[in-house]
């Protein structure tokens, strides 16, 4: 029974895949985070990822040798060993991230903007052709604007980057609504507004809830924060 228990469990956290040789193709290694909170995996080289639920990594065979080169679908932290005769590459929807060692967090989804937020030493954000556009100073966020084809660069709070190793999420002075795209985006619900809030004036909050939490959970949470409103799942 326990090792049936400990199967479903790992079946339900982490997938790794080592794809064989066919026709002289290198293996690729592949690890997907299922539904953990915060997926902490370490790469060959000693690297550090903390991966989102429903994100996937992928890297072959020749990883660590003359370069270290990732593909990302969905959003990880990486602590990367720094290594100057080996560059980090990470290879997103959008754009691609070269580093050589330093602490940075990545979103790279299907239905969002892509982004890159950098908390600690240096990247170099490139195009497909591995072109430099511009490099990241701690504390910066770029975020893809698709429909414009340009990165909006922004500060962002670099406690915020560190949270998602532990499986938080952090919103810093966000709107009301931006607070409820987020949860809705998290759980993959829709939220109901209600109530007779005090003031219709703009507000700004902090909001922080564990991604373990339960969307009703999370809700309660923030009708104690946003006094006279109400929130109800759709």
Known sequence: IVAAVCAVLLCSVLFLQNLPHRQGRIPVHTIANIDNPSMHVELPDGTEVWMRPGSRLEYDDNFNQSSREIRLTGEAYFDVVRNPAAPFTVRARDFNIRVLGTVFNVKSTPDGPSEVTLAKGSVSVLDASDNSIFRLKPGQKATW??????????????????????????????????????????????????????????????????????????????????????????
Not at 153 to 181: C, H, K, N, P, W
Not at 182 to 205: C, F, L, Q, R, W
């Open 145 to 234: 604007q698709p429909s414009e084809r340009v990165f909006d660069i922004s500060e962002a709070s670099t406690l915020d980057i560190l949270f998602v190793r532990y499986g938080v999420v952090s919103m810093t002075d966000a709107t009301l609504d931006q607070i409820i795209s987020g949860i809705e985006s998290e759980y993959g619900i829709k939220v109901a507004v209600s109530g007779d809030p005090a003031s219709t004036a703009p507000h700004h909050y902090n909001f922080t809830f564990l991604r373990d939490a339960s969307p009703r959970d999370v809700l309660e949470q923030l009708q104690f924060l946003c006094d006279g409103y109400e929130f109800s799942i759709e």
